[in-house]
């Protein structure tokens, strides 16, 4: 059971530079979201999605682009890559149930140059 | 909106003494509670969750937490540290009343256990 899987697991971009983080769940959740981690701040939600063909914004979306094609995956891309978006990246899923914890993929960590 | 504060940026303990690492929170109705730990270059790991009912709940690798409704607290706890628990602990809270009842996470405490 693989879980929550997320590639590449390191990269580095230049300053304009687009490129897309990759996330897959085997678990059939419904609930899927995309965080970013900082020194000092936590985890921070960028976008999240309540089902396939469904997204929205979280606290920090400002740079960033989801989609929700099919119920495994949820990508998110950078448009155009600042260094502001040096940080290290999740993806998290979960059940629809309000009580369920997030299961989370070991991170992309990426530096933008 | 809600919000998670860990007042401490970091804990020290020795092995085989008890632990405790502390969150209070701030949520309109009643909450989802839940605490986390990540190990290096690792995702945030489940430990256990607070819904409702006992105020003590029991997770994995020996942690409970305590639930405190008048002081806003849900401080993790383990009766004897082990080395291994050396981490980044994260508490987090969901409000229920939430359209997407997101989890709003702390600033984390990392958990150093000395042999």
């Known amino acids: 059971n693989a879980g929550v899987t997320q590639t590449p697991k390191f990269q580095v971009l230049k300053t304009g530079q687009s490129m897309t983080l990759q996330c897959a769940q085997d678990?059939?959740?419904?609930?899927m979201s995309w965080y970013r981690q900082d020194p000092g701040m936590g985890l921070r939600l960028i976008h999240y999605?309540?089902?396939?063909?469904?997204?929205d914004q979280g606290e920090v979306p400002n740079g960033y682009n989801v989609s929700r094609s099919t119920t495994e995956d949820f990508p998110l891309r950078l448009l155009s890559a600042a260094p502001s978006q040096t940080s290290v990246y999740f993806c998290?899923?979960?059940?629809?149930?309000?009580?369920?914890?997030?299961?989370f993929g070991d991170g992309t960590r990426l530096s933008i140059l | 909106a809600q919000s998670v504060a860990q007042p401490e940026d970091q804990v020290n303990v020795a092995e085989g003494n008890p632990l405790t690492v502390k969150c209070t929170y701030s949520?309109?109705?009643?909450?989802?509670l839940f605490w986390y730990v990540q190990y290096p270059n690792r995702g945030l790991q489940f430990l256990l969750k607070?819904?409702?009912?006992?105020?003590l709940v029991k997770g994995s690798y020996g942690f409970e937490a305590e639930f405190n409704k008048s002081q806003t607290s849900f401080h993790l706890k383990k009766p004897s540290a082990l080395v291994s628990d050396s981490a980044l602990y994260f508490c987090?809270?969901?409000?229920?009343?939430?359209?997407?009842?997101?989890?709003?996470f702390g600033t984390g405490t990392r958990l150093l256990v000395s042999p």
């Open positions: 987090a809270v969901r409000d229920p009343n939430t359209g997407f009842q997101k989890l709003v």
């Open positions: 949520v309109s109705g009643n909450p989802y």
């Open positions: 998290a899923s979960r059940q629809g149930n309000d009580n369920q914890p997030q299961h």
């Open positions: 999605s309540v089902g396939a063909g469904i997204t």
């Open positions: 607070y819904i409702t009912g006992d105020n």
């Open positions: 678990m059939n959740h419904e609930y």
